[in-house]
C-alpha cells in the first residue's frame, strides 16, 4: 500500500509497519523458524515470517536481509529432504515442535520456496531442487495426489484442504519462473 500511496499518513504506516515487524521477531524460535497455526506448522509459519520481512525490505538482493532472514532461511535448508523436497508432519502442530513426514509433500515444498523466494534466498540450487520435487509429482492431468494432511486449526485439529494441493504447487513454480525466467526449469520444470 505504502509504495503505491507513499504520501497517505506515511509515518503511522511506518510505525505500524515496525512494530508488527518487531512483533514478528519476537515470535521468532531459537533454530530461526515460525510456528503457524492454518498450515502445518513451521514450514508454514516461516514462510509467512520470511514474507512479512521480505515486505520491510529485508531480502539478499537488497543486501538487507539481516539475522532473522538468515536463520530463517538456514532452518528451512536444513530440514530440505533428500528427494529436494519438504515435508512435516502434522504432529507439529500437537507437539509444537518440528516432526518430519515420512515423505515430501509439494505443499509444504511449496511454502518452503515461496518463503525462500520471498527474500530472494542467493542459492539457486536450492530452489531448483523444489521445483523439480514438485514438477516430479504432478499427474499427467496436471493436478497432484491428495497425501498428508497440511491443514490444522487450534493446533490440534486437522484440516485437508483439498485447494492447497494445486494452489500453492503452482504459486511456487510460478515465482520461480517469474523470478529465474532464464533457469531452464522456467522453461521445462522436468529439465534435469
Known amino acids: 500500500f505504502h509504495w503505491r500511496y507513499p504520501k497517505y499518513r506515511a509515518s503511522e504506516i511506518r510505525t505500524t509497519v515496525s512494530d508488527g515487524v518487531e512483533y514478528i521477531r519476537s515470535l521468532q524460535r531459537d533454530d530461526g523458524s515460525w510456528e503457524g497455526c492454518w498450515g502445518v506448522c513451521f514450514t508454514y509459519g516461516t514462510w509467512f515470517g520470511l514474507e512479512a520481512l521480505a515486505l520491510d525490505g529485508k531480502t539478499y538482493d537488497t543486501q538487507l536481509a539481516d539475522d532473522a532472514v538468515k536463520r530463517a532461511c538456514a532452518f528451512l535448508c536444513s530440514i530440505q529432504r533428500e528427494d529436494g523436497g519438504w515435508g512435516e508432519a502434522f504432529e507439529s502442530c500437537e507437539k509444537r515442535a518440528y516432526v518430519e513426514a515420512k515423505e515430501s509433500h509439494v505443499v509444504n515444498t511449496a511454502w ?16 531448483e531442487r523444489g521445483i523439480k520435487f514438485i514438477a516430479s509429482r504432478q499427474l499427467a492431468n496436471g493436478d497432484w495426489a491428495q497425501a498428508q494432511i497440511v491443514g490444522v486449526f487450534n493446533k490440534t485439529c486437522a484440516i485437508q484442504y483439498t485447494n492447497y494441493r494445486n494452489v500453492f504447487p503452482i504459486w511456487a513454480m510460478g515465482k520461480f519462473r517469474r523470478l529465474y525466467p532464464k533457469n531452464d526449469l522456467s522453461v521445462s520444470p522436468k529439465a534435469s
Not at 530472494?120 to 530452489?127: K, M, Q, R
Open 112 to 127: 518452503a520456496l515461496l518463503g525462500l523466494m520471498a527474500v530472494n534466498y542467493p542459492d539457486e540450487t536450492v530452489l
